[in-house]
């Protein structure tokens, strides 16, 4: 059996957001924020959970060597590098593109690089073919001597998403009575866990573009943890949200972001809790979320991601709001 190991100190703040729910038509005390961002490994984020199974697994296996995929501003890259690096472990991340092509001075990479990983770029490779590049590098790696061990994409298998059944076992203990968990749908593993936990129809999953078949997805991973056969169409999916695609500014997601940063000082990032809060707001629109419901938001973390973020950093900074005071009256000594 693999052995679940600690990279973080639980349980995280369960936050009242009052004036926030106020903004969206929600009572005050209807909804609370899971501080996942707050994990303290790496910068946070909701990677960590899956990271304590999927690494144990690796140790379990006497690897040296973590290899991963993701995008180039990838949260998960980023916190299998901090796992990397607190365990004592080398970690290569596997990348598409070029790094001429990448914001290589910006957002994730950044801490990738003082994580100490190292990066192999996979040019022209799309998401389908990653896994596949994945293997060859570690073929090599065991060329070398190494003996790599693979994380899956986004930490994503039904071994990584019983971290999540352990934060939905969390989140039950600090609000039993919670009706509604809304949570960003990336590569699928935190919502089959949460539904392992909370069931399908207390979580509400909004889809970031990263999968094909998001309900495929998840119910898959939601089957393998539940050890019963879950249906996609019992699942509650958003996909509403995508926009344009991954990775890509969504108008009502650079909204929602504005809405919690105004109301309660929360920072949102624009590819997955941005979506995430944007899902929430068009489901108090639309009746699916009503006042009175005792709901969550999941903050699956993703700050430095932000400033990656070419565009979002953009509309942020033309957003800064001068103050240029009146002339002062005459005698006031200002």
């Not at 903004?23 to 790496?42: N, P, S, V, W, Y």
């Not at 080398?90 to 950044?110: E, H, I, K, M, Y």
């Not at 790599?148 to 059944?165: D, E, H, N, Q, T």
């Not at 998840?218 to 990775?247: C, F, H, K, N, W």
Request: charged share 20%.
């Amino acid at each position: 059996m693999t052995a679940k190991i600690a990279l973080s100190t639980w349980p995280t703040p369960l936050e009242r957001a009052p004036r926030l729910a106020v903004a969206l038509g929600l009572g005050e005390d209807d909804l609370r924020i899971k501080r996942d961002d707050l994990i303290g490994l790496g910068g946070g984020g909701n990677k960590v959970r899956k990271l304590e199974w999927t690494v144990g697994a690796a140790l379990a296996a006497g690897a040296d060597t973590l290899v991963t995929t993701g995008a180039a501003q990838s949260n998960h890259a980023r916190l299998t590098a901090a796992a990397g690096a607190r365990l004592g472990l080398d970690v290569v991340l596997v990348f598409p593109g070029t790094r001429d092509g990448a914001a290589s001075g910006s957002g994730n990479l950044v801490l990738d690089g003082l994580f100490g990983a190292r990066v192999f770029w996979a040019g022209d490779s799309d998401p389908s073919t990653m896994a596949g590049v994945a293997d060859e590098v570690c073929d090599r790696l065991r060329s070398e001597g190494a003996r790599p061990f693979v994380i899956p994409f986004g930490g994503s298998s039904p071994l990584g998403a019983r971290g999540y059944v352990d934060g939905g076992e969390e989140l039950l203990a600090q609000l039993p009575d919670v009706e509604h968990v809304v949570v960003a749908l990336g590569s699928g593993g935190t919502m089959a866990g949460l539904i392992g936990a909370l069931g399908e129809r207390r979580v509400l999953g909004v889809h970031c573009g990263a999968v094909a078949e998001p309900a495929v997805t998840v119910a898959g991973l939601a089957s393998a943890v539940t050890g019963r056969a879950v249906a996609p169409e019992s699942l509650r999916i958003r996909t509403d949200q995508v926009g344009a695609g991954y990775g890509v500014l969504h108008g009502p997601v650079l909204e929602a972001m504005r809405t919690a940063a105004l109301t309660e000082g929360l920072v949102l990032d624009p590819v997955y809790s941005g979506r995430a809060m944007a899902g929430l707001v068009a489901a108090v629109r639309d009746g699916d979320v009503r006042p009175g419901s005792r709901t969550v938001l999941l903050h699956t973390g993703g700050l430095p991601g932000l400033f990656g973020h070419t565009e979002t950093v953009h509309r942020a900074v033309e957003e800064l709001r001068a103050y240029e005071p009146e002339a002062a009256a005459p005698g006031t000594g200002i």
